[in-house]
C-alpha cells in the first residue's frame, strides 16, 4: 500500500509563497488521485485541491483558486502543491491523501499523511 509523507511546510510573510510535496513509497502515484486538505486551529477541516487519476480533472476550493496549483511529476513519485500569494487565513497543517477518485472532501480519502505545518504571519 502507498504510503505518503509530507514537506515543504514553514514559516512565510503574507503575499509569500511556498510549494508542498508530497512524496510516496510503496506503490505509483499515477495509480490514484491525490489531494490536499488542510486543518487550522478551531477551524473545520476544509478540501484544499484534488488532482485526478491521470491528471484529467483538477478540484479547488474558492478559497484557493488562482493562488494555489496542484500538480503530479511521476518520474518523481510526488505531487506538489504550489501556493502563492499567501494570506494569514492559509495558516494550517496540510495533509495529503490518495484514493482512487478525486474529490474535494480529501479527508475521506484512504489513504493519508502525517501532515505539515504552514504558517503566514509576519
Known amino acids: 500500500q502507498v504510503q505518503l509523507v509530507e514537506s515543504g511546510g514553514g514559516l512565510v510573510q503574507p503575499g509569500g509563497s511556498l510549494r508542498l510535496s508530497c512524496a510516496a513509497s510503496?506503490?505509483?502515484?499515477?495509480?490514484?488521485?491525490i489531494g490536499w486538505f488542510r486543518q487550522a486551529p478551531g477551524k473545520e477541516r476544509e478540501g484544499v485541491a484534488c488532482?485526478?487519476?491521470?491528471?484529467?480533472?483538477?478540484f479547488y476550493a474558492d478559497s484557493v483558486k488562482g493562488r494555489f496549483t496542484i500538480s503530479r511529476d511521476s518520474s518523481k513519485n510526488t505531487v506538489f502543491l504550489q501556493m502563492n500569494s499567501l494570506k494569514s487565513d492559509d495558516t494550517a497543517v496540510y495533509y495529503c491523501?490518495?484514493?482512487?477518485?478525486?474529490?474535494?472532501?480529501?479527508?475521506?480519502?484512504?489513504?493519508r499523511g502525517k501532515g505539515t505545518q504552514v504558517t503566514v504571519s509576519s
Open positions: 491523501a490518495a484514493d482512487l477518485f478525486p474529490t474535494l472532501q480529501v479527508w475521506d480519502m484512504k489513504i
Open positions: 510503496g506503490s505509483s502515484l499515477d495509480y490514484y488521485a
Open positions: 488532482i485526478g487519476v491521470s491528471d484529467e480533472v483538477t
